[in-house]
């Protein structure tokens, strides 16, 4: 099965970086979508990014573009959230989700999930 495990998570001050990693220690076909989402303080839990398994198409939340990167290692099954030039509002329990095979932004969509990393930007 899938087992999703996140790290890196921590607290920031306003402009730093943190990288995310999250582990798949189960099994991960070619046609999975691995997905980030957040949820803030008093808010809905909304999509940040995701990343085919495999080929090369990227999605990114408006609100993150040009400052989040997604990546992945796929011989240590691991995906990874670059963040720079994090903000205050970035503030948010980060969750990293998997699906096979459709592309979604609605975290309902994913039936796999990490437990969460908690990332806290101060100014």
């Known amino acids: 099965q899938v087992q999703l495990v996140e790290s890196g998570g921590g607290p920031v001050q306003a402009g730093g970086s943190l990288r995310l990693s999250c582990v798949d220690s189960g099994r991960t076909f070619n046609n999975y979508v691995m997905g980030w989402f957040r949820r803030a303080p008093g808010k809905e839990r909304e999509f940040v990014a995701a990343?085919?398994?495999?080929?090369?198409?990227?999605y990114y939340a408006d609100s993150v573009k040009g400052r989040f990167t997604i990546s992945r290692d796929n011989p240590k099954n691991t995906v990874y959230l670059q963040m720079n030039s994090l903000k205050p509002e970035d503030t948010a329990v980060y969750y990293c989700?998997?699906?096979?095979?459709?592309?979604?932004?609605?975290?309902?969509?994913?039936?796999?999930w990490g437990q969460g990393t908690q990332v806290t930007v101060s100014s």
């Open positions: 990343i085919r398994w495999s080929g090369p198409s990227t």
């Open positions: 989700a998997a699906r096979e095979y459709y592309f979604s932004t609605t975290w309902s969509d994913y039936p796999y």
